[in-house]
Nanobody, 124 residues
Framework: QVQLVESGGGLVQAGGSLRVSCAAS????????MGWFRQAPGKEREFVAA????????YYADSVKGRFTISRDNAKNTVYLQMNSLKPEDTAVYYC?????????????????WGQGTQVTVSS
């Protein structure tokens, strides 16, 4: 089992940048594909980005491609989401999640472990 704790959310103006982090504890962090999801008010949770076990492969939702960058530091048991050129529509609670299978990275049900989420608000 792995425990996940997100941090780094906050309020930022449109066009600005923010980096959110997710610290993992428990079983070997490098055994998991790590993903970021988000949920805006009144909407379903959606996939944002995912990264392979070693960090050499990444996958992004079209809506964030070119603006967001996912990375991980297995020595620190941490995954990051660097968000640039933020838009008001990026406002959401951002969740990190751990996937022990690594089959289909954008599917929510593939992820067994979730953090509590961190709020990101982008003002216009």
């Amino acid at each position: 089992q792995v425990q996940l704790v997100e941090s780094g959310g906050g309020l930022v103006q449109a066009g600005g940048s923010l980096r959110v982090s997710c610290a993992a504890s428990g079983r070997t962090f490098s055994s998991y594909v790590m993903g970021w999801f988000r949920q805006a008010p009144g909407k379903e949770r959606e996939f944002v980005a995912a990264i392979s076990w070693s960090g050499d492969q990444t996958y992004y939702a079209d809506s964030v491609k070119g603006r967001f960058t996912i990375s991980r530091d297995n020595a620190k048991n941490t995954v990051y989401l660097q968000m640039n050129s933020l838009k008001p529509e990026d406002t959401a609670v951002y969740y990190c999640a751990a996937d022990p299978y690594g089959r289909t990275w954008y599917l929510e049900y593939e992820y067994d472990y979730w953090g509590q989420g961190t709020q990101v608000t982008v003002s216009s």
